[in-house]
């Protein structure tokens, strides 16, 4: 069943004009509209308007032009069907075998800084996609294409076997619905957010593939790294891969993780990460001085992990990073000097993310089995003005600083937490335990001496005063936690016990 009549219609006209051309050399009559039938003409290709076919104006600015039976009886007919055919013959309809269509710029339009609501609404298109799902709904018969990669392989068949195989325009079919259902993703998103709706009845969601991935956490699972097409650009897929081998599913997720940590910080910052979680993280009044106090935290665990930088890579803190194995190293910039240094090993991961650049809150979204779980970012901070101090002893200021870091790191580790800072960098980090005793002992054996004079952070607060008590014995002199336990007060007669400062924050940080 040879391609006797297309209908082309479309927004994004790169290699419209050669793709038509192709298909009347062929023998394909074409119905157009609006710019593309104008492109078509000057271009020297007979076109015939689609009011021909419809024996009816295009209207209302082009909003009704293809909303005709004349146009969906040729797309929907099944062609083996005596009576659908028989009808097509009785109304004078002509069969359209091919559709090349595509839409009206939605994304464009709606990521444009000055956009009015006017504008998006004016930019959903209804027409194209109702042709497109016409098309595709009778692929059997009809081949359609939205997307002008696709064109080729249509010409390529057409060429060798005068048709498009079955296979294809399943393929064809597949991808049409695909984006037309992103396409509706994206407008429902957006009218949800207008209207104010934080709790609705359904929600459809739309990603882009980003790359096919090797395997996903290990080598029997098979993974694909998708990214959303309207999500913040301060994200692992957003960054620019300068070198290295391509990325890894393990290697997204912890990078994700550094970049979240990092971001906490104003100063200039490092962090180390392993498994997602931290495994250490140093300020300073440099990157460099930094960078040391984060290899210092922990200089076991950082060998093979990652590393994220809110600073520019200069030559002398690329020689530092250079005599560690690192999986991948993220920063704003890199000097040309420090890539000439750091692409001397052949498989680490160079990327570049402003991870300074401002970004609003996304919602988090969680697979479960057969579910999806979907929350508000944890964008909450310390502020002091609603801290309470229910210990006989207040921090220093010094202390203070300790806790700040500490705070914010014990945010991002995984609960129950526990986290050591001392002198603008962590000493110790208990992480996932099933009891928060258990987290403690952990960070505070990984600090060992530099317990004397740290601070402590908990993500949650203390069920019992135990936490309190081999922290004390282990030389912590101030502690920052939620509060709120029924048992708060054994907490603070403890903490009181041992001249310890202590810090409520009233507010949680569970990381599951």
């Known amino acids: 069943m040879a391609i006797k009549r297309a209908l082309v219609s479309v ?27 104008k492109l078509l003409q000057e271009n020297g290709i007979e076109v015939i308007s689609i009011s021909e ?18 146009i969906h009886s040729g797309l929907l007919a099944v062609r083996d069907n005596k009576e659908h055919m028989e009808t097509l013959s009785d109304l004078g309809i002509t069969p359209i075998d091919l559709v090349v269509v595509n839409l009206y710029p939605f994304k464009e339009t709606i ?81 949800t957010e ?32 998708y990214k959303q097409p309207l999500g913040t650009e301060v994200s692992i897929a957003r960054v620019k891969q300068l070198h290295g081998k391509e990325l890894s599913y393990n290697n997204i997720k912890d990078a994700d993780a550094a970049v979240h940590i990092v971001r906490e910080f ?34 076991t665990s950082i060998f093979g992990g990652i590393v994220a930088l809110n600073r520019e890579v200069d030559r002398e803190l690329a020689i530092q990073l250079n005599e560690i194995f690192l999986e991948i ?15 001397q090993k052949k498989n680490i991961r160079l990327l570049t993310l402003n991870v300074r650049a401002e970004a609003k809150a996304e919602k988090q979204l969680t697979s479960v089995k057969g579910g999806l779980l979907i929350q508000d970012e944890d964008t909450g901070s310390l502020d002091k003005e609603q801290t309470t101090i229910p210990t006989k002893r207040e921090p220093t200021e010094e202390e203070w600083n300790d806790l700040q870091l500490a705070w914010k790191v014990v945010k991002h580790v995984k609960s129950n937490a526990i986290v050591l800072a001392k002198d603008n960098m962590t000493i110790g980090i208990g992480a996932g335990q099933m009891n928060r005793v258990g987290a403690a002992k952990i960070a505070l054996e990984q600090a060992g001496e530099e317990t004397h004079g740290s601070a402590l952070a908990s993500d949650a607060f203390f069920p019992m005063a135990d936490t309190v008590e081999v922290a004390a014995k282990a030389g912590v002199t101030t502690i920052i936690q939620p509060g709120g336990s029924i048992r708060d007060e054994e907490s603070i007669q403890k903490a ?9 924050t009233g507010m949680r940080h569970f990381k599951h």
């Open 496 to 504: 009181d016990e041992y001249g310890i400062a202590m810090v409520f």
């Open 266 to 299: 104003n100063e200039p910052c490092a962090v180390a990460v392993k498994h997602m979680n931290p495994c250490g993280v140093g300020v300073g009044d440099t990157i460099n001085e930094a960078f040391k106090r984060a290899y210092e935290a922990d200089s």
């Open 11 to 37: 927004y994004h006209k790169e290699g419209i004009v050669d793709f038509v051309k192709e298909l009347v050399s062929m023998g394909v009559e074409v119905i157009s509209t609006g710019g593309t039938k």
């Open 329 to 343: 190293v993220i920063a704003p910039r890199f000097t040309d000097d420090a890539l000439e240094i750091l692409t």
């Open 194 to 225: 207008q209207a104010g709706e934080t709790d609705p009845e359904s929600l459809t969601f739309t990603y882009e593939k980003q790359q096919s991935l090797r395997y996903g956490e290990n080598p029997h699972q098979q993974a694909t790294f």
């Open 111 to 191: 990521t444009k800084k000055t956009v009015t609501f006017e504008d998006a609404i004016e930019n959903i298109d209804i027409g194209g996609p109702t042709m497109l799902r016409s098309a595709a709904k009778n692929h059997q018969d009809v081949t359609v294409v939205v997307d002008p990669n696709d064109y080729q392989t249509v010409v390529n068949q057409l060429s060798s076997d005068g048709d498009v195989d079955h296979k294809t325009r399943k393929q064809l079919a597949a991808k049409v619905f695909r984006h037309t259902a992103a396409y509706d993703a994206l407008v429902s998103s957006y009218l």
């Open 53 to 70: 076919v419809t024996n009816f104006p295009e209207i209302m600015d082009g909003r009704v032009k293809t909303l005709h039976p004349a």
